[in-house]
């Protein structure tokens, strides 16, 4: 029977994982096969439970699993642990082992397409959720001096904010709302938005948290949505004369660092991002280059 890998979110359908992955296992000649499957948080725990005993290789985890899931697997590899969210489950013989691969992912992308290194640089991060712990995480290990985290909710910032505090790093939460912010946002070297404002198919696929008048020409703006390609946010940075990133290295490098985990084989990080690009372009979206 032919084994599978899962991405499992709420929503999935605008996630182009699986066309990118299952080019990567074909160009192995792995007997895999890559599906995403739309789960309700209601029944997160069931499918896991149903998975340990099923011919599941793994799963990646998307939005708004990242963090539920970590109570409901049996281990977590030390950056999983830290991090506190989880976005690549391996099957075990059952026994299910969560790993976060956002972090590594990210910051390759921060450094090899950007250009950017963190290293003794303030860095604001927009959302507390699994994806902006990973980017928090991987930013303060890399050498950030003080990282800002803007939040709807202050206390899920904190909450943020805390977990980096092991880690020695300088940080400080704010809500959305907060007269600082917008200081704050036009003095950052590099501003992330890890929410899913602008995410197509997404509850706010109009909405950018920053207008271009609150970012500098200076900064690197990195906005982990991917889909599309343009968000509002990349459109207000563009408008002010920052540079930007989109989602799609990140995506690409996570991904690799999955298929690794799962497959004990390097990545074929060429076939993969090729993949990704046309996937972008069949939905009529500029694919990032």
Request: hydrophobic share 40%.
């Amino acid at each position: 029977m032919t084994n599978r890998v899962i991405l499992i979110g709420h929503p999935v359908g605008h996630s182009i994982s699986p066309n990118f992955q299952q080019a990567a296992y074909d160009h192995k000649s792995l007997d895999l096969t890559y599906q995403s499957q739309d789960i309700n948080p209601l029944d997160l725990h069931a499918f896991l439970e149903t998975m340990r005993s099923s011919n599941i290789l793994g799963a990646n985890v998307t939005v708004p699993h990242k963090e539920n899931v970590v109570p409901l697997i049996d281990e977590l590899d030390e950056d999983a642990r830290l991090i506190g969210a989880v976005n690549t489950i391996a099957n075990r013989n059952g026994r299910l082992v969560g790993y976060n691969t956002d972090a590594p992912g990210f910051l390759r992308s921060l450094i090899e397409v950007a250009g950017f290194d963190p290293v003794n640089k303030s860095a604001l991060i927009i959302g507390a959720g699994g994806a902006a712990k990973a980017v928090a995480f991987a930013l303060s290990k890399h050498g950030a001096s003080t990282i800002y985290v803007a939040n709807r909710t202050h206390k899920k910032a904190w909450n943020l904010i805390r977990a980096l505090e092991p880690l020695g790093t300088f940080a400080r939460a704010m809500s959305l709302e907060d007269n600082e912010l917008k200081q704050i946002s036009k003095q950052s070297p590099i501003i992330i938005n890890a929410t899913t404002m602008g995410l197509y198919g997404g509850p706010e696929p109009d909405r950018s948290p920053l207008h271009h008048t609150d970012i500098s020409p200076n900064s690197l703006v990195v906005d982990l949505v991917y889909n599309p390609a343009q968000t509002p946010l990349l459109r207000e940075a563009s408008i002010s004369g920052a540079s930007i990133l989109g989602g799609l290295p990140m995506l690409v490098y996570q991904g690799a660092v999955c298929f690794n985990i799962l497959t004990g084989l390097e990545a074929p990080i060429e076939v993969m991002y090729s993949a990704a690009q046309s996937a972008m372009s069949k939905r009529n979206l500029e694919p990032y280059t």
